[in-house]
């Protein structure tokens, strides 16, 4: 018998049954002034399917049923799979179905990089493992498209809208997924120390087949079709693509040793291997295998940024929500003037993110633009390091809006906060990022110059002041650059936001953004926007941000 001791109030109803997509209306505008409004309708649809309950709960379940290793058979045969919930399969179905794998090369049109950003961008604010195969897969296809004889046998599956989970050869599957193998428990990531050895099967070279020996300490997505993978020939370290099965049918000596105990990203399966005489393809030039990966590199760090972005927008959406529909003190949370203000300082920086995100895809749809390029190459490991760094801070001040009740497994905030530090860590950490920054601006002094005279163009004098600043910084001596680095990003990063709040947001909400983080009062915590940006506009903000 179940006693009545209390009437149960003002707890807020879950966040099911929206659209992720029409609530949106930075992302609305943004994809319309990347030229990707062609896909608005899909957009809408695919919106309204990944805010219902059944498919958010597919996110819960994913992340609550883990997946679970089996090395052996029942009779002792070496089997190597990963086993998964139905729900994983369901949400790769998903992303399959949307092409998120590779629609740019699938259907090439103007615009194509950002409409697929944003298809990313809806569906990591259901769920983040799902998309590390993915990801994987999409950074694959332009460096496996230069190895014509290989690309002509795997090309139709990768380009297929079906996901097909079975352990099979590859000439046997409806579709396929890839993964990468670089890390090693020596290196991480400084991949030149990698011990993996490739030897010649027959003859040597780009296309030839290889045994491989060695180790990977971070194998993501074991069940992939096949993995790209470092290791070192008589030339150097070599790129290589290593199939579950080889030609003649039998499973390849790729042995998993067991699953990764992580934090967070917990519905995905990273592993750590060994190759015992595993059969591997070269992929690329012999002895240029980083050259190789380079191109894989800057996609899976955009991904990188979508998916912090798209970790903010959740929080926020639901930090709003909770807001909206919890009282205190006599009034709802939202009309409260502290939490007001924290709520419009989340917005302003969500707003931002999803700018730059979307940015950085429109650059790869116009691959020989200069200005384009230096884009792509300078501000893209830039905005990784800031964008997945804020993530941090960012879903953990969602998580306090909620109070205690954010802080419990059985909500969504704990698993958002869980998942923010990875995409920080995974594809090069900050210091990796920074430095990265400091090496593309060497290499292409024009792009940067035509980078900055872009930015000295803008309609703000805050920000046209503060690119004068990173001009003469980069002016200055060499001797202390690696060390400032990371002071030298974020501020070129919050230049770069400025900019393009000015370009994409309302006039009056581009100012609060700027006048908030090009100034040194603005405070190291979320809610403390000044004065001038008074709770009017604050509430205007908050109301621009979600339109539930």
């Not at 966040?15 to 994809?31: G, R, T």
């Not at 695919?46 to 309950?53: C, D, F, H, Q, R």
């Not at 092409?99 to 809806?122: C, I, K, N, S, T």
């Not at 964008?387 to 419990?408: D, H, P, S």
């Amino acid at each position: 018998m179940q006693w009545i001791t209390h009437e149960i109030l003002n707890q807020v109803p879950d966040l099911y049954n929206y659209n992720i997509f029409s609530s949106d209306i930075a992302l609305m505008e943004a994809i319309s002034a990347h030229g990707a409004e062609w896909h608005s309708d899909t957009l809408q649809k695919s919106g309204e399917m990944l805010g219902s309950k059944d498919i958010l709960q597919l996110g819960e379940l994913a992340n609550h049923h883990l997946p679970e290793l089996q090395t052996h058979d029942r009779v002792g045969r070496r089997i190597d799979q990963v086993h998964f919930h139905p729900s994983w399969h369901q949400l790769l179905s998903l992303l399959r179905k949307e092409g998120l794998q590779a629609m740019p090369w699938m259907e090439p049109r103007p615009g194509a990089h950002v409409a697929r950003a944003a298809g990313y961008f809806l569906q990591s604010q259901v769920e983040s493992g799902s998309l590390c195969p993915t990801t994987m897969t999409f950074a694959s296809i332009p460096v496996l498209a230069n190895e014509p004889a290989l690309f002509s046998q795997i090309k139709t599956a990768l380009f297929s809208r079906e996901h097909d989970p079975r352990d099979l050869p590859i000439a046997q599957k409806k579709s396929i997924m890839i993964g990468m193998g670089m890390t090693e428990k020596q290196g991480g990531s400084d991949v030149r120390t990698n011990t993996t050895i490739a030897r010649p099967i027959e003859n040597e070279g780009r296309g030839e087949a290889y045994s491989l020996t060695g180790h990977k300490w971070f194998f993501s997505a074991p069940m992939c079709d096949a993995h790209l993978v470092l290791a070192k020939t008589k030339v150097g370290l070599s790129c290589f693509f290593v199939p579950r099965w080889k030609p003649d049918g039998i499973k390849n000596t790729i042995l998993v040793q067991r699953l990764k105990d992580k934090l967070g990203n917990k519905s995905n399966s990273s592993s750590e291997v060994e190759f015992q005489d595993a059969y591997g393809i070269m992929v690329g030039e012999e002895g240029r295998g980083i050259p190789t990966i380079i191109d894989m590199a800057n996609l899976t760090r955009l991904d990188c940024v979508i998916g912090s972005a798209a970790l903010m927008r959740q929080g926020l959406v639901q930090a709003v929500h909770h807001a909206k529909n919890r009282h205190a003190f006599g009034t709802t949370l939202d009309k409260q003037p502290l939490m007001c203000n924290v709520l419009a300082d989340l917005a302003l920086e969500s707003e931002a993110a999803t700018h730059l995100m979307l940015k950085l895809a429109a650059t790869l749809d116009a691959p020989e633009d200069p200005l384009q390029k230096a884009w792509k190459r300078i501000i893209t490991p830039a905005a990784k390091f800031w964008i997945c760094k804020r993530a941090l801070e960012f879903t953990g001040e969602c998580m306090e809006v909620w109070g205690g009740n954010g802080y419990v497994e059985n909500g969504p905030m704990a698993r958002l906060y869980r998942e923010a530090p990875v995409n920080s860590i995974w594809e090069g950490s900050g210091n990796v990022m920074c430095l990265d920054v400091l090496r593309a601006i060497d290499r292409d002094p024009s792009g940067t110059k035509l980078l900055l005279k872009q930015l000295s163009g803008s309609r703000s004098a805050t920000v046209r002041k503060m690119t004068a600043e990173l001009e003469l910084a980069l002016q200055a001596s060499t001797a202390n650059q690696e060390a400032g680095a990371r002071r030298f990003v974020q501020k070129l990063v919050l230049v770069v936001q400025g900019f393009l709040m000015q370009e994409h947001a309302p006039e009056e909400i581009a100012n609060a953004f700027i006048s908030s983080r090009l100034d040194a009062d603005h405070g190291r915590v979320y809610g403390t926007l000044e004065n001038m940006i008074e709770t009017e506009l604050q509430q205007r903000i908050i109301s621009r941000c979600f339109q539930s």
